[in-house]
């Protein structure tokens, strides 16, 4: 690479004659030594950060416009499509590890990974396209190519998608040539007169003075990496906003949701102890935990929305958003847990849900004999498996259009999501639903289960203590032991808690609407200062206690006793 740039700089510099072989630059043994150790790291240092600068720009104006005609297009930015299917694509230890690594903020570092990669690519491909044009282009079309790929893999009906990565690719091509141009003569001229031997009497050399404020090369580059700079932010920023004004894509709070045909009773009043410092029974809609593989949160049109319930069964049917509100909607308090909780965790939130009965539904499309697997699919394209037993077994099993009194939050699933009392998420929360096939867990895998995760998983039986908190302080003396237990579908019968490893004893419980929902629990006792130590474990109403044995929440769920240090004093 080294050798390529010198013989370029003679090149451009004494615009010789083109020759075969090129001149070798060591003519002069010591002088080129010399050369090396005082003149070439300055030049050298220009050339990378002009190279650099120039990469840089290159992507910016890729991503730019990549944005702004998916913008346009109202369809996924490239960015986030190659990380939608490096999420689809990567081995599930990958991600499993990014997930305990960084929590929810794994799609935020996901996407700033890819864009870092992007930009450190381009810097390197920029300075070795100053010498090597065709290596920058041959670069771009491969990041192109990648783009290209990832929508195949991911979004092979999203036409939009693949017009903003080809539209992005084109920026960069035709950002890389403008700037090409203008930055290859303006080094060269610098270059030129930065060396000793170099004549002082070609194009643009007029002034004599030292330094790089001269001739219209530089001029050019500076003046074309301004407007490409501009124009790039221009594009980019459009293309971020659009969405948003030409959106009208079912705003929250644009469904008018119907009232429930059999409202539920009010909660119970004593659902909440008030000890300070627990989770609310209800869990308010802003701070209901979200799990999804979603890189941006699908903003679907409720007027668009349609469902259908096809594969093993008699009568297959579509229904729009009109229709399912027509229906009989009744209401259903439900915990819903993820199945990625560890124990202690709070991935797990309470809601009154306002939906139709799935088993209503299913029995309309009569369901056929051998369909045990209810598939469902949501808007972008993630798959759920759900044991059709359990959904027809008369739970309030929910295509939910509400939650907490409101259209569904679109983090959440709006404009319809599934909702089954009893099963982590993962098997059948399914958010953005808009298809639903009747199939056998023989013949098709949802997602999770193609990545090693189970097939069929009820939620385990838990408990967790939320007061006090982790390496927390109480005062000594008389102290308030608090948290919550669940075993949805099956009811909660026992909370125990016992401190310093002594013995068990009965925490009281909180009353509950019913069996699909956690309940909060109390216990009182009295501490010596210094370091203690609390364990919980709860027993369901089948006389099931909650395992000690840690497991881990792969493939289907975390076992064992949350327990919890603090101090008195
Ligand atoms: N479309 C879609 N629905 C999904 C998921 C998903 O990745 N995509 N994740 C599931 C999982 S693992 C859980 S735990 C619940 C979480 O629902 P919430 O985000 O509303 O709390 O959604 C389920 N539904
Ligand atoms: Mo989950």
Redo the contacts with the bound molecule.
Sequence with gaps: MTSGFAEDEENLGKKRPSTHPPPRRPRIPHVTIKTRGTQRPPRDSRRYAVGAALGLLVVGAALGFGELTAGLARATSPVVTVGDALVDNSPPFLMEWAISLFGTADKAVLITGVVVVLVLAGAVLGVVALSRPVVGYVGLTLFTAVGLAAVILRRADDMGAASAVVVGGVAGAVTLWLLLRTARPALATEERHGTPQAPADTEGATSSEPGPDRGPGRRGFVLTATGVLAATGAAGALGRFLPSVTGGAGAQGALTLPAPASPLPALPSGVDLGVPGMVPFSTPNKD???????LTI?RLDSTRWTLRVHGLVDRPFEIDMDELLSRELVEADIT?????NQVGGD?I?NTRWLGFPLADLLREAGVQSGADQILST???G?T?GTPTEVVMDGRDALLAVGMGGEP?PH???YPA??VVPGL???V??????TDIKLTRFADEEA??AQRGWGVRAPIKTMSRIDVPAPLGRVEAGETVLAGVAWAQHRGIDAVEVRVDDGDWWEAELAEVPGIDTWVQWVAETSVEPGAHSVEVRATDSTGFTQPSERVDPIPDGATGWHRIRFTAD
């Design positions: 209901f935990y979200r799990i999804d593989t979603a699908p819903l847990a993820c199945v990625s991935l939130s949501s808007d972008d993630w759920c569904l983090v959440n699933g999501r599934m982590y998420g993962f059948s929360a399914t958010k953005w639903v997602y999770w």
